[in-house]
């Protein structure tokens, strides 16, 4: 584990479904960020979280709305998703104040699949 | 446009040589990169951190380089291991990014025993 965990590992849900990711990390960082990585394409950046506050959304479409309660949980909420959507979700935390080094922590990802 | 480039995108050898692989990025004005390594399926895991005032960093057998007026890193892996076998991301964290993080396509990487 690398203090970024990630659930569930593994999801199957319809377009019509609704579900949770849910990321936690026990590294005191204050930033979080999810990534989506479909196959044969760069990781995509699509929200950042600093001190609980959306700093940053990257055109994601409303289908996915993301939570933040505290510095050290992040979820991602999906409804009515289509097949394209159907990719790893990787959650990501860092230290972003003056001073840290930045370096980002990966958790294992989530594979969703939407049929 | 900032964009990070890896080349190749996949990569063969024999177990025991020493390998290189490349990523160039398209600005110098960086706060740092960092290089991942991903085994099929899986998360991420940091091998390398070098902040933009650094040259490089060394960890085990491996060794990543960064040139930021030639916008390039390179990852140098030495005396290579079927182990090693996976895919090797670069990613760039840009100077008015907010400090996120910009991915490479990444270099699939395979030892042969």
């Known amino acids: 584990e690398t203090g970024v965990t990630q659930t569930p590992r593994h999801l199957v849900m319809g377009m019509t479904n609704k579900k949770s990711l849910k990321c936690e990390q026990h590294?005191?960082?204050?930033?979080m960020y999810w990534y989506k990585q479909s196959a044969k394409k760069p990781l995509e950046l699509m929200f950042v979280?600093?001190?609980?506050?959306?700093?940053e959304n990257n055109s994601v479409p409303s289908r996915f709305s993301p939570e933040c309660p505290n510095s050290s949980h992040l979820f991602l909420h999906l409804h009515t998703l289509q097949p394209e959507d159907s990719a790893l979700y990787l959650c990501?935390?860092?230290?972003?104040?003056?001073?840290?080094?930045?370096?980002?922590?990966f958790g294992s990802g989530t594979r969703l699949t939407v049929v | 446009k900032q964009e990070v480039t890896q080349i190749p995108a996949a990569l063969s050898v024999p177990e025991g040589e020493n390998l290189v692989l490349n990523c160039s990025f398209t600005?110098?004005?960086?706060?740092?990169l960092q290089w991942f390594r991903q085994d099929p399926g899986k998360g991420l895991t940091s091998l390398l951190l070098?902040?933009?005032?650094?040259r490089e960093q060394t960890s085990g057998r491996l060794n990543a380089s960064l040139d930021k007026s030639s916008g390039r890193s390179t990852l140098y892996i030495a005396a290579s291991q079927p182990g090693d076998s996976a895919t090797y991301l670069c990613?760039?964290?840009?100077?008015?990014?907010?400090?996120?993080?910009?991915f490479g396509s990444g270099t699939q990487l395979t030892v042969l025993p």
């Open positions: 990501a935390s860092s230290q972003d104040l003056p001073g840290a080094n930045y370096g980002y922590t």
């Open positions: 070098i902040q933009s005032s650094q």
């Open positions: 979280y600093n001190f609980k506050e959306q700093t």
């Open positions: 590294l005191g960082h204050n930033a």
């Open positions: 990613a760039v964290s840009f100077s008015g990014s907010a400090r996120q993080l910009t």
């Open positions: 600005d110098s004005a960086i706060y740092n």
